[in-house]
């Protein structure tokens, strides 16, 4: 396959991926309404990495499966699924507490943290543009959390959470694409998940003495359909390209996620569009954009001053 066509197979399995992460995040939003956070995180992802990783182990349908080394094994477990959950609990309990647009749009924000995580401030233009980007994007995050500085409606621990997932996200895409130079990125998706499960089970049954659980078709169906389309397809889908991609470029397509999951939210939750949201995403959008942007090459300026 050329770079093009290989190119345009990653872009067009990374926007699926965010449609469907649109959907997941509607369905986790109902969840966690009534569900504990950490176990709804948990079990999903434990699931969903064990299906992955059975698919993997025992068919070729996603590639050659390689034997981990203890190290390997060793990184895994700290650098993926240690990482991974530390997210997912900060993601379901920012779904729990605050919008889940708020939360999709603190994580259309996590590309402009791997940009300034892949280079450190520096006297050129590209340097400039990575920073203002990032001013940009502060700024966006900054127009969501003042309601919760100013008024007693908008929960300020749920909008911190929602930070925090998005700094947690763009960690974990950092640290897979350090062991993606070791192992297939889907062997990557597949162990990261299961053991994030295994890492979030004691805390996940502790919810559950604690908080009950609710029994039924319709909670276990949305779970079901979550760790499907919202973990076995993305993920897989998701580590393969940052095999492939810089993280920051894969990132990209996260600013896409506040539209899908607004959109999901929207037509299944009725949770409504508002004004400070519309200007976050404004700026965040344009600090992604800039971010990603060489204006050097495009105006010919030199690199450096």
């Given amino acids: 396959m050329s770079d093009k066509k290989n190119n345009s197979a990653i872009g067009g399995g990374l926007l699926l991926v965010v449609v469907l992460w649109g959907g997941n995040n509607a369905g986790t939003k109902w969840l966690v309404g009534s569900w504990p956070p950490i176990w709804t995180g948990g079990t999903r992802f434990l699931v969903a990495g ?36 530390a997210y997912i609990v900060a993601f379901c309990w920012a779904l729990h507490l605050t919008a889940a647009s708020h939360v999709a749009l603190y994580l259309g924000a996590s590309p402009i943290w791997a940009l300034l995580w892949e280079e450190g401030p520096r006297r050129n233009w590209a340097s400039v543009r990575r920073y203002g980007a990032a001013l940009l994007a502060v700024s966006g995050v900054l127009v969501l959390f003042w309601p919760a500085l100013t008024t007693a409606r908008t929960n300020l621990a749920g909008e911190f959470c929602a930070l ?11 640290q897979s694409r350090i062991l993606s130079a070791h192992i297939p990125g889907v062997q990557i998706a597949a162990n990261a998940m299961w053991m994030s499960g295994v890492w979030l ?47 920051s470029r894969v ?37 992604v954009a800039i971010g990603q942007m060489d204006w050097a090459k495009i105006f010919r300026m030199p690199e450096s001053f």
């Fill in 201 to 247: 089970l004691p805390f996940g049954l502790v919810e559950i003495g604690w908080h009950g659980l609710v029994m039924d078709a319709r909670h276990f169906g949305v779970q079901s359909l979550c760790i499907v389309f919202g973990g076995v397809v993305p993920y897989a889908l998701w580590n393969s390209a940052l095999r492939h991609w810089r993280t």
């Fill in 50 to 85: 064990i299906i992955l990783f059975a698919v993997l182990r025992f068919t070729r349908w996603l590639g050659e499966y390689q034997p981990l080394t203890p190290p390997l094994r060793r990184a895994l477990w700290l650098r993926g699924g240690l990482s991974l959950a």
């Fill in 251 to 287: 990132m990209l397509f996260n600013n896409f996620i506040p539209l899908t999951t607004t959109l999901w939210v929207y037509l299944t939750l009725g949770e409504p569009i508002t004004p400070t949201f519309c200007a976050a995403m404004a700026l965040i959008v344009m600090g």
């Fill in 164 to 174: 925090a997932s998005s700094l947690l996200w763009a960690n974990y895409n950092h």
